[in-house]
């Protein structure tokens, strides 16, 4: 599939909350890639607010393209420096979601993460 850009269009934004504690993960580090292929492309690494979101949307503008990406979450170094004693090794540590994006529209991928469990979901 070619991709496509368009500079007012699609926006790539994240939030991360913390479903054992309620509150949003700050300071949760989120590596996110493009996929082409076999090839894994990192793009750029950035840490959750005190809100659980990015300061501004991982991809936006000229930056946006359509295609496969893969968000990467931390989850496991978050945790810890919540103070939790996780097992080793622990039974969520790294979190990754592969999707596509087909359109240049707002794609919002939330993550709700606990030491032994998360979902995600296409949020608006």
């Given at each position: 599939m070619a991709e496509t850009s368009k500079a007012d269009g699609g926006r790539l934004t994240t939030h991360v909350l913390d479903t054992a504690t309620g509150k949003p993960a700050a300071g949760l580090s989120i590596a996110l890639y493009h996929l082409e292929g076999k090839a894994r492309t990192h793009l750029k690494t950035v840490l959750t607010n005190a809100d659980g979101r990015c300061d501004k949307p991982l991809l936006a503008g000229a930056e946006f393209r359509t295609g496969e990406y893969e968000l990467v979450f931390a989850?496991?170094?978050y945790l810890r420096q919540?103070?939790?004693s996780l097992p080793k090794p622990a039974f969520l540590d790294v979190i990754p979601i592969r999707f596509g994006m087909?359109?240049?529209v707002h794609y919002?991928?939330?993550l709700l993460v606990s030491p032994y469990g998360y979902s995600t979901y296409r949020g608006s």
């Open positions: 989850a496991g170094d919540q103070g939790l087909a359109e240049p919002h991928v939330p």
